[in-house]
């Protein structure tokens, strides 16, 4: 079999672009020997086909930006639209449907009416997810070796109350785990704070979701738990789809399936821009 042919094969396999596979699940897939699967993916990796994750193989940006970010995560956003604006309509305030690319945050929807424009968020904008309630709520659940491969010791301080050090990151990212919920208080843009929740795979997050609102009047109390809820409510309806899932952080890997980096801009990422852009 020819090359091009090999790496069709190996491209074929991701059947949804929210797909994660492991190097076995791939080489079962294709019917290719493990080793030759990962010599192609790993140049399939560098050129930004296929992106290595915590959890698996996925299909990468270069390919995604030939159908659109909204495509490329069609199944979350179909799976999370109605209970976005359900969560609106009960709290009144400004919903996030994001997920985690690298270091970043990434939003794919943004429900609010009126008050969304008050907002500087975007969808398609992106920051480093340490500053906000649904990247810190995503971040997480990976384990801690890959959180400091992203971003280093030093953190990139989006205004005065973004944490800036490592250690004090996992402190919270701890708290997180325990509590079910992430918050952001001014740490990505003044005077406004966030209270978010990981919708969750079998074996990682898939995405995060969060309200958001003024730092000093938001009714968070009331509000918090509801976030909760609906994070649980989207993984149940994306559990029910007939999606491949892929080894998280946490399992055993061989010396050949080491996690690829591909972070060399993230320890500089720079916190979102506020200035509107047309959604993607």
Same mark, same amino acid.
């Given at each position: 079999?020819?090359?091009?042919?090999?790496?069709?094969? #190996?491209?074929? =396999?991701?059947?949804?672009?929210?797909?994660?596979?492991?190097?076995?699940?791939?080489?079962?897939? $294709?019917?290719?020997?493990?080793?030759? =699967?990962?010599?192609?993916?790993?140049?399939?990796?560098?050129?930004?086909?296929?992106?290595? +994750?915590?959890? @698996?193989?996925? #299909?990468?940006?270069?390919?995604?930006?030939?159908?659109?970010?909204?495509?490329?995560? $069609? !199944? #979350?956003?179909? &799976?999370?639209?109605?209970?976005?604006?359900?969560?609106?309509?009960?709290?009144?305030?400004?919903?996030?449907?994001?997920?985690?690319?690298?270091?970043?945050? =990434?939003?794919?929807?943004? =429900?609010?009416?009126?008050?969304?424009? +008050?907002?500087?968020?975007?969808?398609?904008?992106? @920051?480093?997810?340490?500053?906000?309630?649904?990247?810190?709520?995503?971040?997480?659940?990976?384990?801690?070796?890959?959180?400091?491969?992203?971003?280093?010791?030093?953190?990139?301080?989006?205004?005065?109350?973004?944490?800036?050090? #490592?250690?004090?990151?996992?402190?919270?990212?701890?708290?997180?785990?325990?509590?079910?919920?992430? *918050?952001?208080?001014?740490?990505? *843009?003044?005077?406004?704070?966030?209270? @978010?929740?990981?919708?969750?795979?079998?074996?990682?997050?898939?995405? &995060?979701?969060?309200?958001?609102?003024?730092?000093?009047?938001?009714? *968070?109390?009331? &509000?918090? %738990?509801?976030?909760?809820?609906?994070?649980?409510?989207?993984?149940?309806?994306?559990?029910?789809? %007939?999606?491949?899932?892929?080894?998280?952080? @946490? $399992?055993?890997?061989?010396?050949?399936?080491?996690?690829?980096?591909?972070?060399?801009?993230?320890?500089?990422?720079?916190? %979102?821009?506020?200035?509107? !852009?047309?959604?993607?």
């Amino acid at each position: 079999m020819a090359m091009i042919e090999r790496i069709t094969v #190996i491209l074929d =396999v991701f059947d949804d672009r929210t797909s994660r596979l492991t190097l076995e699940e791939i080489s079962r897939r $294709s019917q290719l020997p493990r080793s030759t =699967v990962h010599r192609i993916l790993k140049q399939l990796v560098r050129l930004q086909w296929v992106e290595h +994750t915590p959890f @698996g193989y996925t #299909i990468g940006r270069r390919a995604l930006r030939m159908g659109g970010i909204s495509e490329g995560y $069609s !199944a #979350i956003r179909a &799976a999370a639209a109605p209970v976005l604006q359900d969560l609106h309509m009960q709290t009144g305030m400004v919903v996030h449907l994001a997920v985690l690319e690298g270091g970043e945050n =990434v939003y794919l929807d943004k =429900v609010g009416g009126r008050d969304a424009s +008050t907002l500087p968020s975007r969808i398609g904008g992106r @920051g480093p997810a340490y500053a906000t309630a649904c990247g810190k709520s995503m971040l997480a659940f990976l384990a801690p070796e890959w959180v400091d491969g992203m971003y280093g010791q030093r953190l990139h301080r989006c205004t005065e109350r973004t944490i800036g050090e #490592i250690t004090a990151l996992h402190r919270e990212l701890n708290l997180v785990r325990r509590r079910g919920l992430a *918050f952001d208080w001014s740490e990505a *843009f003044r005077g406004l704070a966030c209270a @978010g929740a990981a919708i969750r795979g079998t074996r990682g997050p898939l995405a &995060a979701l969060s309200v958001c609102g003024p730092a000093d009047t938001a009714p *968070f109390e009331r &509000a918090a %738990p509801l976030v909760a809820s609906a994070a649980r409510e989207i993984a149940l309806t994306l559990g029910r789809r %007939p999606a491949p899932v892929a080894a998280g952080p @946490g $399992s055993r890997r061989s010396r050949d399936d080491e996690p690829i980096h591909r972070y060399d801009d993230r320890r500089s990422a720079s916190c %979102p821009d506020p200035s509107p !852009a047309p959604a993607r």
